[in-house]
């Protein structure tokens, strides 16, 4: 019988050894788990049991001390072990030891004599030595296991190893049957979603909760246009939603239903206390931009928009101190100033025929088939290298789009603009899909990522659709972090007057200021406050696409932008015949040119566009409303096409789409 190493007591002596230690995984040491036969057919199964060893990792042996044979360093140098329990305690004065197990086969490896190995911790130094274990028997009325060793036959000796983790060769583990899987198997899989073949991640760890097992899955950091990123995906381990696992590929592919993979994840991953922390700077700040919007108010003689604060229910007053706090009041003075009396819209028809002379000589003509084509004859076609100038800058993720989803109907409408339009939403989502499609179809990169960043500007109501058609549809391959959402700058409809200080701010109700969007105009003034501009900056962009959502409209369209580029131009005009007006643009801008227009928003002209509205007003201090029957209120509008006025004729280029 060979003599146990524990016997030969290494310098320090094992009485300095702690009586007690407590493991990590204690938690699960309380479950008796038993095996669960599997499907006879390759790779279906039922729920696998726990692992033979909940460490999940195999135990390689650390080198040799000095305080160890040479002969028992070559018996163990190169060998794997798994833990199958961790001795807690002490049994009785004959030196039995009780076990906790961490195995599905506590009778084979608690029952049955022959060689173990302990694993011990001596002043920081990891020893694994031999001991024959005698035998052993399940604990009646306790949830382990009570075995003695060879050459253990006192308390005291017994209270030497207490805390060491029991061990077997890895080669000495059962053979499973056809379907099952240890634990250790699992874990560094590959995930992959069998209908897209997309890579979810790893398998980490393998938990078991009674009904099942659990795998705990780090998504692939590669993929960050992954709405999981950067969080831990919790995938049950049954054959509905894991019908296949490859061990010679290492990989599993799973058939989760919608929403799981998102289940277990928060969308904020900051802790309660930063939460808290962040809602009260933003109180703050609400607060700080209310007290110097009210003061702003008094100096325009707005006061009647204070009313509201003074009665009325809680959720009342606060929405009007958030109306108050969002006005832009540099923005609505200049827009005040430029348009102290009504003007037309800028229109991009009159505005070429004016400066055709000088226009001409930048202009290039092609047909709408042409176009969307985007084929080429190779070099022999005239618009050869614009199209690959425009594909590399793209593909460098020189350029970015916005896309402005247009409040034109509304607009249209005149005194209904005070309700929301409804049935607008599912077409023009219809329309953006078809969009972001054949603008991967025009780069010819249906299989990769797309690299551009994508700016969508839209009415508050209708975020949240972009967003699930994005996410719907895996966001078309554009990486999720490149993509900004923001709502449409708005500014207050005033009342008709020819005298500028005399024009008031309509209110919908006591609570309500009545509102509407500033046109394509007021984007630069959006971009900025967010600071999109700063963030393109950074990123190397160095032109941006400015496109309204509708029929005709196309993005990304590497000729345009080899277009722009060739001539060095500031700004791009893309003119197809039919244009209805300034609520369609499709233009190009160099970001030198967006830098300077973001600073300098006296440049761009508003117009006052009359329309009728309902609205209420203060008469010997009851609230009345006030039905017009003729236009009573001025909505201030801005053109995009006004940014052309700061833009010299020569830095300007035109394409010209014919039907």
């Given at each position: 019988?060979?003599?146990?190493?524990?016997?030969?007591?290494?310098?320090?002596?094992?009485?300095?050894?702690?009586?007690?230690?407590?493991?990590?995984?204690?938690?699960?040491?309380?479950?008796?788990?038993?095996?669960?036969?599997?499907?006879?057919?390759?790779?279906?199964?039922?729920?696998?049991?726990?692992?033979?060893?909940?460490?999940?990792?195999?135990?390689?042996?650390?080198?040799?001390?000095?305080?160890?044979?040479?002969?028992?360093?070559?018996?163990?140098?190169?060998?794997?072990?798994?833990?199958?329990?961790?001795?807690?305690?002490?049994?009785?004065?004959?030196?039995e030891l009780r076990v906790v197990s961490s195995t599905d086969f506590p009778e084979l490896r608690f029952f049955k004599p022959g060689?173990?190995?302990?694993r011990t911790r001596i002043l920081g130094k990891e020893m694994i030595s031999e001991v024959e274990l005698t035998g052993g028997r399940?604990?009646?009325?306790?949830?382990?296991?009570?075995?003695?060793?060879?050459?253990?036959?006192?308390?005291?000796?017994?209270?030497?190893?207490?805390?060491?983790?029991?061990?077997?060769?890895?080669?000495?583990?059962?053979?499973?049957?056809?379907?099952?899987?240890?634990?250790?198997?699992?874990?560094?899989?590959?995930?992959?979603?069998?209908?897209?073949?997309?890579?979810?991640?790893?398998?980490?760890?393998?938990?078991?909760?009674?009904?099942?097992?659990?795998?705990?899955?780090?998504?692939?950091?590669?993929?960050?246009?992954?709405?999981?990123?950067?969080?831990?995906?919790?995938?049950?381990?049954?054959?509905?939603?894991?019908?296949?696992?490859?061990?010679?590929?290492?990989?599993?592919?799973?058939?989760?239903?919608?929403?799981?993979?998102?289940?277990?994840?928060?969308?904020?991953?900051?802790?309660?206390?930063?939460?808290?922390?962040?809602?009260?700077?933003?109180?703050?700040k609400l607060q700080r931009r209310l007290i110097a919007g009210k003061k702003k108010l008094c100096e325009m003689d707005q006061k009647?928009?204070?009313?509201?604060?003074?009665?009325?229910?809680?959720?009342?007053?606060?929405?009007?101190?958030?109306?108050?706090?969002?006005?832009?009041?540099?923005?609505?003075?200049?827009?005040?100033?430029?348009?102290?009396?009504?003007?037309?819209?800028?229109?991009?028809?009159?505005?070429?025929?004016?400066?055709?002379?000088?226009?001409?000589?930048?202009?290039?003509?092609?047909?709408?088939?042409?176009?969307?084509?985007?084929?080429?004859?190779?070099?022999?076609?005239?618009?050869?290298?614009?199209?690959?100038?425009?594909?590399?800058?793209?593909?460098?993720?020189?350029?970015?789009?916005?896309?402005?989803?247009?409040?034109?109907?509304?607009?249209?409408?005149?005194?209904?603009?005070?309700?929301?339009?409804?049935?607008?939403?599912?077409?023009?989502?219809?329309?953006?899909?078809?969009?972001?499609?054949?603008?991967?179809?025009?780069?010819?990169?249906?299989?990769?990522?797309?690299?551009?960043?994508?700016?969508?500007?839209?009415?508050?109501?209708?975020?949240?659709?972009?967003?699930?058609?994005?996410?719907?549809?895996?966001?078309?391959?554009?990486?999720?972090?490149?993509?900004?959402?923001?709502?449409?700058?708005?500014?207050?409809?005033?009342?008709?007057?020819?005298?500028?200080?005399?024009?008031?701010?309509?209110?919908?109700?006591?609570?309500?200021?009545?509102?509407?969007?500033?046109?394509?105009?007021?984007?630069?003034?959006?971009?900025?406050?967010?600071?999109?501009?700063?963030?393109?900056?950074?990123?190397?962009?160095?032109?941006?696409?400015?496109?309204?959502?509708?029929?005709?409209?196309?993005?990304?369209?590497?000729?345009?932008?080899?277009?722009?580029?060739?001539?060095?131009?500031?700004?791009?005009?893309?003119?197809?015949?039919?244009?209805?007006?300034?609520?369609?643009?499709?233009?190009?801008?160099?970001?030198?040119?967006?830098?300077?227009?973001?600073?300098?928003?006296?440049?761009?002209?508003?117009?006052?566009?009359?329309?009728?509205?309902?609205?209420?007003?203060?008469?010997?201090?009851?609230?009345?409303?006030?039905?017009?029957?003729?236009?009573?209120?001025?909505?201030?509008?801005?053109?995009?096409?006004?940014?052309?006025?700061?833009?010299?004729?020569?830095?300007?280029?035109?394409?010209?789409?014919?039907?």
């Amino acid at each position: 019988m060979p003599r146990p190493a524990l016997l030969s007591p290494p310098s320090p002596p094992l009485s300095l050894l702690p009586l007690h230690r407590t493991p990590l995984w204690i938690s699960f040491s309380s479950r008796l788990p038993t095996r669960t036969p599997f499907d006879s057919s390759p790779h279906r199964f039922r729920p696998v049991s726990l692992p033979v060893f909940s460490s999940g990792a195999p135990v390689v042996p650390a080198a040799a001390t000095g305080s160890r044979e040479d002969e028992e360093e070559e018996e163990v140098e190169g060998s794997k072990f798994v833990e199958v329990g961790y001795i807690s305690t002490t049994h009785g004065i004959r030196g039995e030891l009780r076990v906790v197990s961490s195995t599905d086969f506590p009778e084979l490896r608690f029952f049955k004599p022959g060689r173990r190995w302990l694993r011990t911790r001596i002043l920081g130094k990891e020893m694994i030595s031999e001991v024959e274990l005698t035998g052993g028997r399940s604990h009646s009325g306790q949830k382990c296991w009570i075995i003695s060793f060879s050459g253990i036959d006192t308390m005291d000796k017994a209270k030497q190893i207490v805390g060491s983790t029991l061990l077997v060769r890895e080669e000495d583990r059962p053979e499973l049957e056809e379907g099952e899987f240890y634990t250790h198997d699992l874990v560094g899989m590959k995930v992959v979603l069998k209908e897209t073949g997309r890579l979810v991640g790893t398998v980490i760890n393998v938990f078991n909760y009674g009904a099942n097992d659990l795998l705990e899955v780090m998504p692939e950091s590669s993929k960050p246009d992954l709405s999981y990123h950067c969080s831990h995906v919790w995938v049950p381990f049954v054959e509905a939603i894991v019908p296949d696992v490859d061990m010679d590929k290492r990989e599993m592919w799973i058939t989760p239903p919608k929403g799981l993979l998102e289940l277990n994840l928060r969308s904020d991953v900051r802790t309660k206390k930063e939460r808290r922390q962040l809602e009260w700077k933003e109180k703050k700040k609400l607060q700080r931009r209310l007290i110097a919007g009210k003061k702003k108010l008094c100096e325009m003689d707005q006061k009647h928009l204070l009313e509201g604060l003074r009665f009325g229910d809680k959720a009342q007053k606060s929405w009007l101190a958030k109306q108050i706090a969002e006005i832009d009041f540099k923005l609505l003075q200049h827009a005040m100033e430029s348009s102290s009396i009504p003007h037309d819209r800028h229109n991009l028809s009159e505005f070429i025929d004016a400066n055709s002379a000088v226009l001409l000589k930048n202009t290039m003509r092609l047909s709408h088939k042409y176009l969307m084509r985007n084929e080429s004859k190779g070099r022999n076609d005239l618009n050869y290298e614009l199209h690959e100038r425009g594909l590399k800058l793209l593909m460098e993720s020189k350029a970015a789009i916005i896309l402005v989803v247009n409040n034109k109907d509304t607009l249209e409408r005149g005194f209904e603009t005070d309700d929301v339009c409804v049935g607008r939403q599912e077409p023009m989502v219809n329309l953006f899909q078809e969009l972001l499609l054949d603008c991967k179809r025009v780069l010819k990169v249906e299989e990769q990522v797309i690299s551009i960043p994508l700016v969508i500007v839209c009415p508050d109501h209708e975020i949240q659709l972009y967003k699930d058609c994005l996410s719907d549809n895996g966001y078309f391959g554009i990486i999720s972090r490149k993509v900004w959402f923001l709502e449409e700058r708005k500014l207050p409809i005033i009342s008709t007057s020819t005298d500028q200080k005399r024009n008031k701010i309509l209110l919908k109700s006591p609570w309500e200021i009545l509102q509407a969007p500033t046109g394509s105009g007021g984007l630069f003034s959006l971009l900025t406050s967010h600071k999109v501009v700063d963030d393109l900056n950074e990123m190397g962009i160095e032109y941006l696409q400015v496109c309204s959502l509708d029929d005709g409209s196309t993005i990304g369209h590497p000729l345009f932008v080899g277009l722009v580029s060739s001539h060095g131009a500031d700004v791009g005009i893309k003119f197809m015949e039919g244009n209805k007006g300034d609520d369609e643009f499709d233009l190009i801008f160099s970001m030198r040119f967006i830098n300077s227009i973001s600073k300098q928003f006296d440049r761009l002209q508003f117009c006052a566009v009359p329309e009728r509205h309902l609205h209420v007003e203060q008469v010997d201090n009851e609230w009345t409303t006030v039905h017009p029957d003729k236009p009573n209120s001025y909505h201030l509008h801005c053109s995009i096409y006004s940014t052309l006025n700061g833009c010299p004729l020569d830095n300007i280029c035109i394409m010209q789409v014919m039907e």
